[in-house]
Each structure stands twice: as C-alpha cells, then as structure tokens.
C-alpha cells in the first residue's frame, strides 16, 4: 500500500481496488447488498462545530453563544439576522449590543454542496433536537437545505474559505479544520453550562453510557453509532465517529495477503499507540472511550482474513466478553479495576461495563445480559439460590451545599428537612426549621438553590430512606445526566444544594444528619460509613443491612454494595466449556479480583468507600466460602493448589519433644551431680562447669522449637487468598531473633565449658619441671564468661543492626501469574555477614580445641574427660561442616532445612551432653559394685603411683611421649600435679 486520496462523490473506484478507506458517513444497506464482507471500524471522534464571522464588530477574545435550537434555525433561514432577539438572549450585554448595532445583520449561511460526512453529522445532530429541522431538510450526507438568497454551497475545502471572507457568515466545519484555519467558533449554552467544542467536551460526548453500536438503528454487527445529541450537559452536541472501512475476506486486486497483514498492523498500532491517540487529539479529535477501544480492535483482528483462508492478525486469541453493571457513580472505579485485570489476564477478556440501578443491573443478571453487577441487596430477590451475593462496598450519600458566599461550612439537617428542600416545602436559607439545627442561618434570607441531582443517585438513596424511614424522597424536578454535572453546577452557584454520593476526590462541603438517637449530627467518612456494619452483619446470609443500624455512630444514608453473580455455570464444550480462558472461569477470576485482592481494597479506601469483603473475619471467611462454590458443571473454579512448602504439622511436636528430652536428660545429670558431688568422679569431671556444660545444652536444642514454627495459623492460607510477602509477622519475626541467641549462647556455654576442662590440664602440663600449680574453678569461670559474653554482645550487634525477621520468598508462578509455591524463612538484612561470622568462630575455636585435646591425650580418661572431649569436638566440628553445606542446598526447602538443624541441634546439644555424662554415670555404677575399678584404674598407672604433692624425681613435662600422667585431684575444683 503505497497511495492514499480523498475521495469526494465523484470517485467512483470500487472497493475491489482499495485496501481501505475512511469515511464519517455510514454505509448504506444498499453498499452491504454489493459487498457483504464490507465492514465500519470507529477510529476516533469529531466535533462539528458551528464556525462565523464577526470579527468586524467582535473582539478576538469574545465568543458567540448560541444553541441548537438557534443553530437549527439559522440553517433553515428561520432566523436570518445576527441582532434576532433569540441569539442577543443568548449572550451577554455587551455582545448583544455589539449585534443590534451592526451596519447589515444579514446572516449568510454556506453548505457543503457535496455528499460529505461532515454534513451528515451536522445536518443528523440538528434533525435529532429539532423536528422541524428534521422535516424540512432531514439528516444526510446531501440534505435538502432551504433555498435562501443568503445560501451559498461550496466545495469540500471552500466553506472554511467563504466564512473568513464573508462579514456575517456562518458555516460549519470538523473542529481540527476549523482551528488550522483560525477561524471563530460558536459555543452552546446546554442546561447550566456554556460548552466549548474541544477534547475534553468531545470526551465527554464519545463517553455517554447511552453510546452503543446499534443506537441509530444500524446492525450492531456494523459497529457504528451516533453521537450527537448526549445528555450531559458538557458533552458536544455535534459529534460523529470517523470510519475505517475494510473489507473483511476479500483481498483488493494486486493485493496479496502481506498487504493485508500490513494494514491490520498498522490500525492495530493506531488504536493501542499513545503516540496515536496524541496526534488524533492534536487535531481535535477524541480516541474512542477504554470498552469500545478493546471492542472494535479485538473485531478487527478477528475480521480480517486473506485469501487463504488464514488470519491476517497472525495467531489470534478471541477474547472472551464480560459484561458488568454498576451504578454510574461506582462506574470509573469499576473501570479503572477492570483495565488491571485485563491486562494482568494471561487470556484476552474484554470487559464491558454499563451504567444502571440495582434495580435493573439485578434484572439484567437474571435475564443473563451481563455477567456480574454491583448493586444493593435491598434491590435483590434473594429467592434465586444460582446467585451469588458477597459484600462489595459500603458508600454513602450526602448532601452536598454551597453556602461559601454566607461564610458557612457547617450544616446539620435531618431526614425530614432534606425531603422538604427537595420536595420545594422549604425554598429559604433562613427557614425556621433549618435554623433550628443552623442558628448560624437565621441572617442568611437567600432562596435555595436546587441542583439536580442524577437520576440514579436519587433511585439508590430512595433504597436507604424506604429501608430506614419508610419513605422515598418527593423529588418531582429534572435530573442531571451524570453526577458531575451536579457537583460542578453546585459549585459554580451560590446558596446551592444537591444530592450526590460521598467521594474522596469530590471538593465539596457535605452536611452532617442527624442519626439513629434523633440528635447526634454525623458526617460523612469512611468511619462513619463503617460503623453502619458493627451491628447489622448477618453470618447466616453474609450480608449487612447498613440502612437499618441502631449505631449512633453510623452515618444515616450509607448503603451497603455487593457482587451480585451466578453461582453455577452449565456449559457445554461448543460453548469453551470450563477451561480456564473460558467465560465462567474468568468471570469466576473477575469475582475474585473484586472481592479477595487487596489492592482492590485499597483503590475504593482511597476513592472514600469502605470495602466490606474482609470486613471482619467471620465476612472474610464467608466471602472466600462463596467463592469457592462458584462452578461450571459443578466443579469449583476457584480452588487453588497453592505450595506454601510449609513444615509437616508434626515439626513442632518434634521439636517440643527433642527439647524436653534433653531438659530432662539435663535435669536428671543435675540431680545425680548434686547427689554425688563427694564422688571421686563427680569432684574430678568438676561440676561447675558440668552444669554450664548441661545448661548449654539445653538452650541449644530449645532451638529447635522456634524453628519448627511458620505461617501456617495465618489467615492468609485458610483462605487460600494470594500469598502475603509483605504482612506483618511480628510473632514470627520475634521466634526467628530468638534462634539465633538460644543456638548461639548455648553452643559458647557448652565450648567454653570443654575448653576450661582442656585448658585447665594444658596448662598444667604446661609448666616447667611439673612444679605444683593451683587453679580453682573461679579462675576459669571468667574465661568461660568472656565467651558467652563476646557471643552475646555480638548477637546484640546482630540484634540492633539487622534484626532476623520473617518472611515469605515466592518460588512459582501458574500461568495466570497466581503465585502458586512459596517458603517461608528468618532472614536479616546483614544474615550473610554475622551468619559466616558465626561459622568461623565456632569452626575456629572447636579446631582449637581438638588441639587442645590432642596435647592432653594421655591423662587417664576416667579423671580428665579428654577422650570424650576429643570425640565431641570432632562430633561438632563434622555435624557443624555437613550442616552449612546440606543447608546451602536445601536453603528453599524449610522441611529438609529443618531436618538438617534438627540432626544440628540434636548432636551438638543432647549428644553432647550424652558423651559428657553417660560415661560418668556408668563409672559410677561400676565403682558401686567393685570400689576397686577406680583403684585400679585411678590410682596407678604405668607403675607410676600418683602423688599430691611434687612430682617424682626425674619426671617433667617431656615425658608426654612415653608415659602416662595420673592426675589426682585432693579436693573439688582444684588440680594439683
């Protein structure tokens, strides 16, 4: 596709040698007879506006108001002069005079005098708001305008041409033409409001909830629409769609299905390209609203085939459609949640919303139009059990003022003031009834001022006020289309009221009502709306009834939203049947979005509504139960196979009963020391550090029991709901700091009570001629007090600098992106550093130890423990060295991490304490029986008979390599050579 031209009503070039062509007239039925595989594509939207000269009497900075009543005038020579009384009515004074004194006040009106789809819209707009227009000259691309001496028809580019030329005159042009040509452009007084012709108007035009493909009569299929005529009073009231025509299954001649390919690229990138949207505005168009966008695209990449048969969008997903309802005021959030979970869907969705009532998004659900709606309960008929409520969100509806110019920000009414003002029984500021509750109103004698309110508003506070006081409000005047168009209209006028819905980015003053005690003033806030549920939850239905709380804290006119959805889909596999890209498993995905994601939550608590889903957790629960029960074919579509890789639930009896052996073990030792403390084996093994040694032991293994502890009693898993990597674990993060100090304390108390065992003897043997040397367990408590106390001031470090704290690491995602396998884990910002720091120290100090143990190999074992002492350490030192490399590959397994410290904890501190012990007590047991084993063991050696004074004649330290040393300790805690 090398060429493009503007075709005007002469071409004749058939569509057989085009690609394609853009056109903002309709096709007509006859163009669908020849070509039936011809197909419209809205592309953008354009104002028609309504351009004139006067620049010879009007400054450059005023503006012509006029409306469409005078606009459809003027084009029929009804009205045939710029000083008729209806357009100086319609401006303001100074204009008016300006028009009464013009010299010639003659209006010259020029026409397109060509087929044009400018002149469809234009000529259709003034047709839908003036019958008389309608029935004298009729809404076409070639209208027949009535014959006027002032009527002048120009060519395509000469109207533009003829109003800059011509004092008086007045044509019509597209809006982007219009401002390349500097040309002046009429505004339209609609209700309240003078409006403009530019994006914002033209926004608020292609964005009516009543613009629908089909609404002029055309096939729906044909996705086209008109625009004029909307209901807002902001929105443009000449407006159209421009058209991208293609034909759909026929390639033009010369064509080959590359050029087809390239074509639907190049539109695909038109309606999805920033960079698009932003020239199309340039030029004073408007991109289509967010449903309609996704809608026509997702058309054309399934219309459009080459010849083959194939295609030309390549591999295509159809997307499946939603449709959803909700009241116009929840409407932008709605959407704004909708665009997430599109584009967080792994499968192609298109989400099409509708505003409407309870009332009749209720109706809708039940004749199966939509697929999910938000509405009151009060609007439902609970009576169908294949419909799923869940609590959605609590708003409220306030009464909005404006009394900025009385110096009044504060307003207390009560239900039966609002229903007088509204109904016109109170029409003053300063009315008795309202300065009864409003002393600070009896000076302000100003009438009151009523904004229209929207029609659905007033329908969902009617919902409130026949729930809570019987009665509906006696509003009989006109309603605003849409909600803003109030706020703005109260805002733009003084000593006004309207009624609108509470909402957070809404800058208006609200007044207090007068609650349930009949004297408490309440305002309108998120508590206020919340406390309406403390009273009113029903478990048995899940549901609230915020409209009838007895709270004296709940605002009066709140109401309670829900999920409205069928529970059970039947269908069948022609249909997608229940696969998870099907229409019931992402309808059932949408509910979940809605109802259980947190993010969800937060974006309506920032908007100022409450969600109620996870009011409490009864309404958690209770909401995570209904959705697990909606079903296609009577299979749950929500149940999720999540991995949490959490401990077997028997970890922590595991750990309770390895730590409570030990403390047995423990407490038993203890007691058999202190029962034979004047035993020879007891006296020499020194029982002050025996008692450390066991006091170690048992903090180490303790470990064992906040290891052994994770997440699973939170909520978070019973509700099968996305997995938390952010909540608050503060229980958990303190068991995680407590392991650290249990292990780390434990395992100094346990090596600093060896060490003193070995060093006491090394030192000792150490000294020169085997003179007599005293050391006393006081000497040595501080050595082992240095190392608890170094392990506990470099925990505390660890502690203030990088706290251990819990955390929950994701592992898989399904393809969803629904996190589907997670561990749980204690980590710190600085593990690495202190966790290595650790291992080297105790790495360090038990290989001194072994070489401690290996000079002193020689002392008799039933005195000096050196034997079992060398097997712990090496015990230690191995258990320690598989621990950190078994650990390094199982890091994200908590189940095998746990088996690695259990084995940890289990040799270090109850085997240990076995090895130290057990062979004291058999010793024991077997100087019981024959006194003699500690004499013949004991008391000699090697012939060498032990002394407690000097040493023999002849001996010194040297002879560790060819003789054994007896030591005999006189008396306990002493070691005497």
């Not at 019987?470 to 309207?498: F, K, N, P, Q």
């Not at 349930?516 to 003033?521: F, H, I, V």
């Not at 074919?633 to 639930?649: E, Q, R």
């Amino acid at each position: 596709m090398d060429h493009a031209a503007e075709c005007d009503e002469e071409d004749d070039i058939d569509p057989k040698y085009i690609d394609f062509a853009g056109s903002d007239s309709i096709l007509s039925e006859s163009n669908y007879e020849s070509y039936p595989d011809l197909q419209m594509y809205p592309t953008v939207a354009g104002a028609v506006t309504v351009v004139y000269n006067l620049n010879h009497i009007m400054d450059s900075n005023e503006e012509l108001v006029l409306t469409m009543s005078i606009v459809s005038q003027i084009f029929m020579f009804n009205i045939t002069s710029w000083s008729d009384q209806q357009i100086l009515d319609a401006n303001s004074d100074s204009i008016a005079s300006k028009l009464t004194n013009m010299t010639d006040p003659t209006i010259k009106v020029c026409v397109r005098s060509s087929k044009s789809g400018t002149t469809e819209i234009f000529t259709k707009a003034l047709a839908d708001s003036s019958p008389t227009f309608a029935s004298r000259v009729g809404g076409s691309s070639l209208p027949n305008w009535v014959e006027s001496p002032n009527l002048y028809r120009k060519g395509s580019s000469a109207v533009g041409a003829f109003v800059d030329q011509n004092d008086g005159a007045v044509g019509y042009l597209v809006l982007g033409e219009a401002e390349m040509l500097g040309l002046s452009q009429a505004s339209f007084q609609q209700g309240a409001y003078t409006v403009k012709a530019d994006s914002k108007s033209l926004l608020y035009a292609v964005s009516e909830p009543d613009v629908s493909f089909g609404n002029n009569g055309d096939d729906p299929d044909h996705l086209t629409a008109d625009l004029y005529g909307p209901k807002a009073d902001l929105a443009w009231p000449i407006a159209g769609y421009t058209y991208l025509v293609m034909r759909k299954t026929t390639t033009r001649e010369g064509g080959s299905c590359a050029h087809r390919q390239a074509v639907v690229k190049f539109w695909d990138w038109f309606y999805t390209s920033d960079l698009a949207a932003s020239y199309a505005s340039s030029y004073g168009f408007s991109p289509l609203s967010f449903a309609n966008r996704e809608m026509v695209l997702n058309r054309l990449r399934q219309d459009i085939y080459c010849d083959d048969g194939s295609l030309a969008y390549g591999d295509l997903e159809i997307p499946t459609i939603l449709k959803l309802s909700a009241p116009a005021f929840l409407l932008s959030e709605i959407e704004d949640i909708n665009k997430v979970v599109a584009e967080a869907s792994e499968y192609s969705v298109n989400l099409i919303t509708n505003a409407s009532a309870s009332e009749y998004s209720l109706q809708a659900l039940d004749t199966g139009t939509i697929d999910v709606t938000v509405a009151s309960l009060l609007a439902a008929d609970e009576s169908n059990d294949n419909v799923m409520i869940s609590p959605f969100v609590g708003i409220a509806f306030a009464v909005a003022f404006n009394l900025d110019d009385a110096g009044i920000e504060y307003l207390i009414l009560n239900v039966d003031l609002i229903q007088d003002i509204f109904s016109g029984l109170i029409d003053v500021w300063n009315h008795p009834d309202i300065t009864e509750l409003n002393p600070s109103l009896e000076t302000v004698n100003a009438s009151i001022a009523v904004i229209p309110p929207s029609e659905q508003v007033v329908a969902e506070l009617n919902l409130v006020l026949e729930a809570r006081y019987g009665y509906s409000l006696e509003y009989s005047g006109t309603y605003a289309e849409e909600e803003m168009g109030s706020v703005l209209a109260l805002i733009d006028s003084d000593y006004s009221i309207s009624l609108v819905h509470s909402y957070q980015m809404i800058s208006v003053s609200f007044a207090s009502i007068v609650g349930s005690d009949g004297s408490t003033a309440i305002a309108p806030s998120t508590t206020s709306i919340f406390s309406c549920g403390q009273d009113t939850y029903t478990a048995e239905r899940n549901s609230f009834d915020f409209p009838r709380s007895d709270n004296t804290s709940c605002y009066p006119l709140s109401l309670d939203y829900y999920i409205f959805t069928n529970r059970d889909d039947f269908v069948d596999e022609e249909d997608g049947g229940c696969d998870d890209g099907s229409r019931p498993a992402l309808k059932a995905q949408l509910a979940w979005w809605y109802l259980a994601e947190r993010n969800v939550d937060s974006a309506l608590a920032q908007a100022g509504y409450v969600p109620i889903a996870a009011y409490n957790d009864d309404v958690h629960q209770a909401t995570y139960d209904a959705l697990m029960q909606l079903t296609c074919n009577g299979v749950s579509l929500l149940t999720l196979f999540v991995d949490y890789t959490l401990l077997p639930a028997s970890a922590s009896g595991f750990a309770i009963g390895i730590a409570t052996l030990t403390f047995s073990a423990g407490a038993g030792f203890l007691a058999w020391m202190m029962l034979n403390l004047k035993h020879k084996i007891v006296r020499f093994s020194q029982p002050a550090f025996m008692g450390i040694l066991i006091l170690g032991c048992i903090l180490l293994t303790s470990a064992l029991i906040p290891m052994a502890l994770d997440d699973r009693s939170y909520d978070y898993y019973k509700l099968g709901e996305p997995l938390p990597l952010h909540q608050d674990f503060s229980a958990l993060d303190a068991a995680c700091q407590s392991i650290p100090w249990l292990f780390c304390v434990g395992f100094a108390m346990i090596f600093s009570a060896l060490f003193a065992k070995v060093w006491r003897l090394k030192k000792i043997m150490g000294s020169k001629k085997l003179k007599r040397v005293k050391l006393t367990t006081m000497q040595l408590i501080p050595w082992v007090a240095g190392m608890v106390g170094l392990s506990m001031l470099v925990l505390g470090v660890w502690q203030g600098i990088a706290p251990l704290h819990w955390e929950r690491v994701p592992v898989a995602w399904d393809e969803d992106g629904m996190m589907v396998k997670s561990y749980g884990r204690c980590t710190s910002a600085a593990f690495s550093e202190f966790f290595w720091l650790f291992v080297a120290a105790q790495f360090g100090a038990l290989l001194y130890g072994m070489v401690l143990c290996y000079q002193t190999r020689y002392v008799q074992s039933e005195f000096m423990e050196g034997k079992w002492i060398n097997i712990i350490l090496i015990n230690m030192v191995t258990t320690l060295m598989f621990s950190v490399l078994l650990g390094f590959f199982v890091k994200d397994q908590p189940s095998a991490i746990f088996a690695v410290a259990t084995v940890n904890a289990t040799m270090l501190g109850f085997g240990t304490m076995m090895l130290m012990c057990v062979p004291k007590c058999w010793t024991h047991y077997l100087s019981v029986k024959d006194p003699n084993v500690l004499k013949n063991a004991g008391a000699y050696s090697s012939g060498d008979q032990a002394t407690t004074g000097g040493a023999s004649k002849g001996t010194t330290t040297k002879g560790f390599a060819s003789s054994k040393i007896v030591v005999v300790a006189p008396s306990v805690g002493v070691t005497s050579v």
